[in-house]
């Protein structure tokens, strides 16, 4: 991951339809680790929370930056979607800010309350005695919260962020993961002394992910850009866990924020599924059968995505009891059958075949090359694929559409077997334009370019993509294409769920 010195917001910073949206609520508490505090505190409960499963937790210092989805960070809002897309676990956030002394009057900013500085600063276990006495059983009441550390993080900005990494070095059974951004990790109350504390102390159960900006704070305090390559330096000695995203920001949330997405998917990524990354895949250079994707999605158990070459006047069996299939010709022109039925085919035709019917390629000219696609769903139903059928679908057979961006021809809109949503399509996109702005859809999407280059927009990254290139788009993950080019280009696309 590198640092992004723009410093803009990506596709997963964005409010989506299709997003299922957590809620939150706002609090008070008066705390007794704490005496004579009170302070505000928030609750975000994402919606697919289902009180019968325990919840993850993140817990964030000054909760009121962290909470607001107009600010730097709009935690809530990138939350909705990368709980959506899988990349973190359904996750309940505690949004906490620093407490204030009751006799005194309202603070002009929850950054200037009276306590912030004595609870954050502090190199004690005490505020991670208050979450762990205080915050967090009053948040049992209402939740079913995991008591497993690694699904609990802390997070913090500032001096919230040595408070964070605080209460996890001193609490490690409670807290594994410390998301810490612009962190003050300087002389304030001592928190210059963590960087030797980490060379000389056994190396402790966390993972942290730290950012911070080559024009932070330079004050009597200390460097704070020093100070966070200082606790870089410690981690990597000690062998943690750990990410630094270093950029050339000053003491603000805009860096921190706009990497956000890709911090907390790399904070989450070791307790979530593992599954086929939405990004592109390269067409082989050479000749020989190649594994392009393999493993699970959103929707599959199990993929394959493959290319395949045949030699002129060669066969190939497809065959499954247990696998769906899809087969797309690349190049060249093939007799296919299926099922005792044949059909001379050329490049982009395409033979969906259900479990337990069989098919066979016959090359027909040189250079025949195809894509194959074998899975297994976790909503499989024999006698919706019977009822949906296997079927060829010639390209030269499909109807040509155009509209204002270029056209479309429609293959199917269908169930199968494995998946009651199944369909495809292939653009022409005109020169220079996008097809759309970034969306999203639960439906998962692989893109097969045919002719052309484009750029794909896939969450918060870009990625280029020339003809046999293959695109795969997660479930709810935002994406778009661009046509780079000067004349129309094509691309083919299928989604199921």
Same mark, same amino acid.
């Given at each position: ?225 020093? @100070?966070?390559? /200082? !606790?870089?330096?410690?981690? #990597?000695?000690? &062998?943690? =866990?750990?990410?630094?995203?270093? $950029? ?120 025949? @090359?195809?894509? /194959? !696609?074998?899975?297994?769903? #976790?909503?499989? &139903?024999? =006698?919706?694929?019977?009822?949906? $059928? ?108």
């Amino acid at each position: 991951m590198k640092a992004q010195d723009g410093y803009e917001y990506g596709p997963n910073s964005e409010v989506y339809e299709t997003i299922p949206k957590g809620i939150v609520s706002k609090h008070s508490w008066e705390s007794t680790t704490f005496p004579n505090t009170i302070r505000d505190y928030y609750i975000y409960v994402p919606a697919q929370y289902d009180a019968s499963e325990p919840a993850a937790l993140m817990v964030f210092q000054d909760g009121h930056a962290y909470v607001n989805t107009i600010g730097d960070f709009k935690v809530p809002t990138v939350f909705d979607n990368l709980i959506a897309q899988g990349k973190m676990p359904v996750t309940i956030g505690l949004f906490i800010n620093p407490g204030h002394d009751k006799n005194l009057p309202e603070p002009e900013s929850p950054y200037r309350v009276s306590n912030r500085s004595l609870e954050y600063d502090d190199m004690s276990s005490t505020y991670g005695d208050f979450l762990l006495n205080e915050m967090i059983p009053e948040l049992k009441k209402s939740y079913n919260i995991s008591d497993d550390p690694k699904m609990r993080a802390i997070a913090g900005l500032s001096s919230g962020a040595i408070c964070a990494f605080s209460a996890a070095w001193f609490h490690p059974g409670s807290f594994h993961k410390v998301l810490s951004h612009i962190g003050s990790f300087t002389d304030i109350l001592g928190g210059h002394n963590y960087p030797p504390m980490i060379r000389k102390t056994d190396k402790k159960d966390i993972k942290v992910f730290m950012q911070d900006g080559s024009s932070d704070l330079n004050n009597q305090f200390g460097n704070w850009w020093l @100070a966070n390559l /200082q !606790m870089e330096s410690a981690l #990597k000695f000690k &062998d943690y =866990e750990y990410e630094f995203v270093g $950029g050339t920001g000053g003491h603000n949330g805009n860096h921190a924020g706009s990497i956000l997405p890709e911090s907390l998917a790399w904070l989450w990524s070791d307790v979530v599924p593992e599954r086929v990354a939405s990004q592109v895949y390269s067409f082989p250079s050479g000749k020989a059968d190649t594994v392009l994707m393999k493993g699970k999605t959103m929707h599959l158990d199990d993929m394959d995505f493959t290319v395949n070459f045949i030699n002129p006047s060669a066969q190939k069996a497809f065959f499954d009891t247990k696998k769906e299939q899809i087969l797309i010709i690349k190049e060249g022109e093939v007799k296919a059958t299926l099922n005792g039925k044949s059909k001379t085919l050329g490049a982009n035709s395409v033979v969906v075949i259900m479990p337990g019917d069989k098919a066979e390629f016959i090359a027909k000219s040189e250079g025949v @090359a195809y894509y /194959q !696609m074998a899975y297994t769903s #976790k909503d499989i &139903d024999v =006698e919706r694929g019977k009822k949906a $059928g296997s079927e060829i679908l010639a390209y030269s057979e499909l109807d040509y559409k155009t509209h204002d961006r270029g056209g479309i021809r429609n293959y199917f809109h269908r169930e199968t077997a494995m998946c009651p949503y199944y369909e495809m399509h292939m653009t022409n996109l005109n020169p220079g334009i996008k097809s759309h702005e970034p969306h999203t859809h639960v439906a998962t999407e692989i893109v097969i370019m045919i002719e052309g280059e484009t750029e794909m927009e896939i969450g918060n990254q870009k990625y280029l993509g020339k003809a046999g290139d293959v695109y795969f788009l997660g479930s709810s993950v935002p994406h778009a294409i661009r046509n780079m080019g000067n004349e129309q280009t094509r691309y083919l696309a299928f989604q199921w769920n």
